[in-house]
């Protein structure tokens, strides 16, 4: 099975020209799986929730119906950052969207970071995973500052994740030493994708840092990007091979924990 993460620059509110981006992106590239960044369809820096309301979209609206018509037409599984209007209420979510679309479904930040408190309700779906019997995998879905929560990894390997993905907009450095570990602890596969460029917002500038990866169950790095450049990535992936647990013929890291003695 192939991984492809896709790691470009999104225009802030330029909704069309985004589009356009990712929709040939999707028809263009050959794997089973395209990941674009956090907010790949509307960019990233919003201020105030006023700004987010005149952009922000159904995950039952046009735009991201039509792409689950593409995820359907191309056979691939998509997920594509971008402002969700739900309830009367605004959240930084993913749809994730798979050829059958029963499937699909949205998953909104847990933790906001920045200036996004401002603008988005923390996200209410919770960690979950899902499997696709076709390609027989599952996969775990969680949004940039996510990261810096082991808990999130953790409860998405503990429903049976082979594949963690991780859209990002990172504008700090610490997530390189982090992103390995979390593939290791819990035994997945873990893909990130940064997007790359800036935004300036009334003086501020925010400097997305690229890097997107791919790392192995065993922490390796199977895929990686630079810090500037547009480039798709590639990893071939086996997900079967994340779900014996055991690293010996004595120790097991999902049966050897002691949740009786955490406190968390």
Known sequence: MIIAGIQFKPIFGEIETNISIITEKIKSISADILIFPEMALSGYFFLTENEVYEIAEEFSG??????????????KILFIGFPERFDNKFYNSVAILFPNRELSRCYRKTHLFYKEKNCFSSGDTGFFTIYDKDRDIRIGTMICYDWRFPEAARTLALKGADLIVCPSNLVTTLWHQVMPARAIENKVYFVVINRIGREERNGEELFFNGESAIYGYNGERLAKAGVEEEKVIYANIEPALTRKKSFNEFNDVFKDRRPDLYKL
């Open 62 to 75: 046009k735009v991201i119906q039509d792409f689950q018509v593409l995820a359907t037409e191309y056979n």
